[in-house]
């Protein structure tokens, strides 16, 4: 029913092969963990396919090494509502912890074409939850190629969390963050435009967080509203700080579009980077040792461009 730059192949399909509730009357938690774990014996792997459909998660899911959970997905368009796979996390809000993650994705696996939503998360009063996705999975070495592709979040409190104990490698992320695709999704309990929630997102959120990686490209973010969108730090062990490439970025209405609060001594660059309409374009604190490089960037910024 929605078309796909690609052909989808399917292992097992988690209806008819697993009885899942395409309803979310019921809790398709096992269903789903079944195939899962059917999937990865032995590092077999495969694809597990969701059909269009509202499932109920009451719980954790793994996806194991060599598996891949392929739904049917429609690019959010703002003022539509969701369509497609929709995964209903049917669980109550709790600390960030990794250990809580809804998913959880060990290396070389893939989460694409679906949708995630949090239903008991209330927009005039934000609570934490752990983590909807975490790439790495604790006692299993690293977090390699863990691939989300075509997926929207809908109302996460932390979207895509990399494991902190376990070593990575990110070659490319893209985003799009923006409140408003909560706002128009259609669902249940969805606030109104620029309601308390948004007001909380720009006060209080950050659309991504980058502590310590190697030589990673963060690359085709648009990002808006956020209190910060994007901001680097010390990792929390204080072991080290990024560097990388990031660009092709479009910061729009955020208190400040680029907050550098550590790199590495290589330094971090920013190329083609468009910040508009922010009240700071470009913030470099003290903690910043090594060199913050820009390249053919636009900065339209109310308080200060770049402060330092």
Known sequence: EYPAEDVGVATYTVTTDFNADPTGVKNSLDAFQTALTKLGENRRGGVLFVPAGRYRISGKLVIPTGVTI?????????????????????????????????????????????????PHQDPDNIKPYPPTILYGREGVWGNDYCNVRHVTLVNSYSGIVLS?????????????????????????????????????????????????????????????????????????GGDGAPNGHNYEFNLRNCETGIYVDGTSSAGIMFTRVHIEDCEKGVVVTSASTGPVQFYGCEISASDASVLL
Request: charged share 20%.
């Open 70 to 118: 392929r739904g049917e997905w429609k690019r959010p368009v703002k003022g539509k509502p969701v369509e497609g796979t929709i995964l209903v996390v049917d669980m109550q809000s709790g600390s960030e912890t990794e250990s809580g993650a809804f998913i959880t994705m060990e290396p070389s696996t893939a989460l694409t074409h679906l949708t995630i939503w949090y």
């Open 164 to 236: 902190r104990k376990n070593g990575a490698l990110i070659t490319e992320l893209k985003k799009i963050l923006s409140p408003d695709y909560w706002a128009d999704s259609g669902l249940e309990g969805a606030p109104q435009a620029g309601g308390a929630y948004a007001d909380w997102i720009y006060k209080h959120g950050t659309g991504i967080v980058m502590r310590r990686n190697d030589w990673s490209y963060t690359c085709y973010v648009d990002i808006e509203g956020y209190n910060k969108g994007f901001s680097t730090g010390l990792c929390v």
